[in-house]
C-alpha cells in the first residue's frame, strides 16, 4: 500500500472570529496555494485511488481540491484524521479502507506523528508537515506493527514549483 499523508492548506487564523477551530476555511490564497500543490502532486504520477479528510472545514476544502485535480471520487470524512488523534489511529483507516493507494488529508502534528510511526523515523518532528505539503510511504504492513519505507517529503512550496 502506498499513502500520501497530505497536510490541509493554509487556513483563516486561530483565534480570528467568528470562526471557531473546527470551521476556519482556506484564507483566499490558501485555495490557490493549495490548487498549485494539488497541481504538482498530480505531477509525481502517484495513482492514489481515494482521499480520505478529516471533518474539519479546512482540510475537507483541501480534500475537495486534491479530488477535483487528481479527478478521484469525493472524499471521504474520517474523525480519525481529527487534529490531536493518536498516530495509531490512523492504522485503523488504513486497515479499514478499501483503497489501495489513499491520500489522508489531515493536521500537525497526527500527520508527522504517524508518518514517523509508519516508518520507522526516531523523531516526528523530523518529518513536521508545513501547509499543504505531503509524504508518501510505502506500507509493506500495517499489523501487529506497520513497517514502510519512506518515498517522498515534501513543502508546498515545492509541489507548487513542480506544477509549473
Not at 495509531?88 to 479499514?96: D, F, G, S, T
Not at 505539503?133 to 514549483?161: D, K, Y
Amino acid at each position: 500500500m502506498i499513502v500520501c499523508f497530505f497536510r490541509h492548506g493554509p487556513a483563516i487564523e486561530a483565534g480570528t472570529p467568528p470562526y471557531t477551530e473546527e470551521n476556519r476555511p482556506l484564507t483566499e490564497a490558501g485555495r490557490k496555494k493549495t490548487l498549485q500543490a494539488a497541481r504538482g502532486l498530480r505531477r509525481l504520477k502517484l495513482a492514489s485511488d481515494a482521499v480520505l479528510t478529516s471533518p474539519l472545514i479546512r482540510a475537507r476544502e483541501t480534500a475537495e481540491i486534491l479530488a477535483e485535480v487528481l479527478e478521484l471520487p469525493r472524499p471521504q470524512l474520517s474523525d480519525r484524521l481529527l487534529p490531536g488523534v493518536p498516530a495509531a489511529q490512523l492504522l485503523e483507516i488504513l486497515r479499514e479502507t478499501a483503497a489501495t493507494s489513499p491520500i489522508l488529508v489531515g493536521h500537525e502534528p497526527s500527520l508527522s506523528a504517524a508518518l514517523a510511526l509508519f516508518v520507522g523515523a526516531q523523531d516526528s518532528a523530523s518529518l513536521e508537515f508545513r501547509k499543504a505539503g505531503a509524504g508518501v510511504a510505502r506500507l509493506r504492513t500495517l499489523s501487529p506493527r506497520p513497517r514502510g519505507t519512506l518515498l517522498l517529503f515534501v513543502s508546498g512550496s515545492l509541489l507548487r514549483r513542480l506544477a509549473k
